[in-house]
């Protein structure tokens, strides 16, 4: 079992982890420092800097018991690794420590809320899932002495201690503690439980904030509840989704819901509902507000369904994060925009206005891996629309993947069949846009190993990973018909 002490995973992981090249990694999305990653843990601003805490084994590169990656950052781009903060080293969370999340104690100290798991009767047994505590100043943590501080007793009626997980923990305005903790009833279907604490240490149960009517898949992960433009808005991770048109998809999904939050009974009253992302990879987001007052989220950028397929057997690290993004509400809907402290590090802007598309085209200077384009794509004459209008990338002889716009049936489409994979995973997706008459603006992101979509100003974002080497740099267009673009394209840090 020394394989599972901190200090083991300590030593491990600075020894390996130094070992990635840079250029092995994406620029500036994070990756766990060796080994696997999955949801983001512990997101916080936190002495002077952003704390983000990761689903964490450092030994290889599939899922196995966790333990909590740490990195620390200062603008939510550039990434410094701490020492992992948390090893699945207590007889309460033997088979791992499950994600939470974090805040700061009146004392100073950070306190991490999350999900010890150990298994019930033996190494066969069922995963018993408590909620536990630990306390720490942003480098080095203790588990709390009285752990678990939520566990079977605390769950109402009707409820499984075998799925009860992901606490995301807030301040209440009163000064005392608030989270809500995923959990489901026996027929599978998910429930979100709300718990109070005066001091973050002592817990009880307030209220079912929701509860899964049967819509959106069976238990639902990693919720997240916060306020947003005068709205209450619940984002929650729901496994083994059911497709509802071209809004969510099978499998592991991400649900958002706008509404208010009934004080008096201490539920969520849903007046909206939506996908958060539409693309293949993005699951388990959490939220932060900065400073200066925004709502920041990132997500694991990868998907439960297509993780087994690395495509790269030599690469010592598996699971990125998503940009970071800014949440807004507009037409009661969810908005997302890139981290603005993005625009700082764009550099080399190549721009063309009125760019007629009909045949391949590729504009000089347009191409690479880590770049940012602005594109604004309309028919040339109303009268004459294009059936469709195609954008390869991360392209070179043998791959490259696209992103594709038919107007007549307002369906973007993301498709990277033709990246490399060797694997029949899921390779393609569509997204129902608004239609404006042919006209669509897409802010695309490129890192490396990701393609992030922002369509119309943010109103739907699409995220992929990508399998192709980054030396696959080029970028081009076409189109069934006459479209015209404008585009602008920006190196990101110095890169391209
Ligand atoms: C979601 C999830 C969480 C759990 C964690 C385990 O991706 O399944 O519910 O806490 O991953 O790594």
Avoid at 301 to 310: G, H, I, L, P, R
Wanted: include cysteine.
């Amino acid at each position: 079992m020394i394989k599972n002490s901190l200090i083991f995973a300590r030593a491990y992981e600075s020894e390996e982890g130094g070992k990635i090249p840079a250029d092995a990694r994406p620029l500036f999305h994070l990756t766990p420092r060796i080994g696997w990653m999955n949801d983001p843990n512990g997101f916080s601003f936190y002495q002077g800097q952003y704390h983000l805490f990761y689903q964490y084994y450092p030994y290889d590169t599939e899922w196995n018991s966790m333990h909590w990656g740490h990195a620390v950052s200062h603008d939510l781009l550039h990434w410094t690794y701490l020492p992992a903060a948390l090893a699945p080293d207590a007889p309460y969370d033997s088979f791992g420590c499950f994600s939470g999340s974090a805040t700061e104690l009146p004392d100073g100290r950070q306190l991490l809320l999350y999900t010890g798991v150990r298994k019930e009767g033996g190494d066969r047994g069922k995963d018993l899932q408590t909620q536990c505590v630990a306390v720490g100043d942003g480098l080095d943590y203790s588990k709390y002495a009285k752990n678990p501080v939520l566990d079977a007793g605390d769950l109402p009626e009707g409820l499984s201690p075998y799925d009860f997980r992901d606490p995301k923990i807030w301040r209440r305005t009163d000064g005392g503690y608030r989270c809500v903790v995923g959990a489901r009833r026996m027929n599978r279907r998910g429930v979100l439980l709300l718990f109070d604490s005066e001091d973050g240490f002592r817990w009880h149960f307030v209220s079912i904030l929701a509860e899964n009517d049967g819509r959106f898949g069976l238990m639902w992960e990693c919720p997240d509840f916060f306020p947003l433009d005068g709205k209450d808005v619940l984002f929650v991770s729901p496994q083994d989704m059911l497709p509802e048109g071209f809004e969510y998809h099978n499998g592991n999904g991400t649900v958002c819901q706008i509404g208010a939050f009934d004080e008096e009974e201490k539920r969520f009253i849903p007046e909206h509902h939506q996908a958060i992302d539409y693309g293949i990879d993005f699951y388990a987001p959490q939220t932060l507000l900065t400073p200066d007052g925004r709502r920041v989220m990132i997500g694991w950028m990868q998907n439960w369904d297509t993780c087994k397929n690395t495509g790269y057997e030599d690469r010592k690290w598996f699971g990125q994060m998503t940009l970071p993004r800014e949440l807004s509400i507009r037409n009661g809907r969810l908005y997302q925009q890139p981290i603005r402290e993005l625009a700082l590090y764009r550099s080399r802007a190549v721009e063309y206005r009125n760019v007629s598309v009909r045949d391949c085209v590729s504009l000089s200077g347009i191409e690479g891996r880590s770049v940012e384009l602005d594109l604004r794509i309309r028919p040339e004459k109303a009268e004459a629309p294009y059936l469709k209008f195609i954008m390869r990338f991360a392209q070179d002889d043998q791959y490259h993947s696209i992103l594709s716009y038919r107007p007549h049936e307002s369906l973007l489409k993301i498709d990277r069949k033709f990246s490399g994979s060797r694997r029949a995973y899921i390779h393609q997706r569509r997204c129902q846009v608004a239609n404006h008459n042919g006209e669509i603006h897409l802010h695309v992101i490129l890192d490396r190993f990701s393609v992030e979509v922002f369509i119309n100003d943010g109103e739907q974002v699409m995220t992929a990973t990508i399998l192709t080497d980054p030396s696959a740099r080029r970028i081009s267009f076409e189109a069934d018909g006459r479209a015209v673009m404008d585009i602008t394209k920006y190196s990101l840090f110095s890169e391209d």
